[in-house]
């Protein structure tokens, strides 16, 4: 079981980490949006 | 004094791509002529245009204020490691792309794990139910998040 939430927490870990780099990245590219 | 490229999108649908001078200490950019007075042409028919300037592979909104061009040069961090932190920390769309990809692997082993860890068990008990919906959820999870990461404009 141990084996099963190492696994959980670390994938959920990975997808987080990537939503939140996804979320700064479109928000840099908003920020620099054309014509503002 | 530095060349780049710019882009000038009007709202009807021309684009107007150029090679302007700019000088990143002030952020001063240099049109020349040809493009000045297409820009010019182009305001008595069209609204006012998304006007960037491509640089160190970031667009810039160029400022339009009393007949001069002027960009504002983001400061990038000096440190190695600062810059490697702050390109994964802030990835560009390329970047976002490629985490996108690298996510849907990670789904697809996830997904193919819960199929092999479900057929390796000799019974389907409570703990290999648990272990294989845990990572067939975890590949639905990473394929969103690759999903979001991959999307368009």
């Known amino acids: ?36 | 004094m530095k060349l780049a490229k710019v882009k000038v999108e009007y709202t009807g649908g021309t684009t107007i791509t150029e090679r302007v001078s700019l000088d990143p200490a002030t952020g001063q950019v240099t049109l020349p002529p040809r493009l000045l007075a297409l820009l010019k042409a182009m305001d008595e028919t069209e609204c006012s245009p998304a006007f960037g300037l491509e640089y160190g592979g970031m667009v810039l909104p160029v400022a339009v204020s009393e007949g001069t061009y002027k960009v504002s040069i983001p400061t990038e961090p000096e440190s190695g490691i600062g810059h490697i932190l702050n390109a994964i920390v802030y990835p560009s769309k390329d970047q976002r792309q490629q985490n996108g990809r690298y996510l849907h692997t990670l789904s697809a082993a996830s997904i193919g794990g819960a199929v092999g860890y479900a057929h390796a068990a000799p019974t389907l008990d409570f703990q290999t139910l648990v272990g294989a919906v845990g990572l067939a959820g975890l590949g639905v999870l990473l394929w969103y998040v690759g999903f979001r990461a991959m999307k368009g404009e």
């Open chain 1, 1 to 36: 079981m141990g084996a099963t939430i190492f696994t959980l927490v670390l994938g959920v870990s990975i997808a987080a980490f990537f939503l939140w780099t996804n979320h700064n990245g479109e928000k840099r590219d908003r920020e620099r949006d054309w014509g503002k």
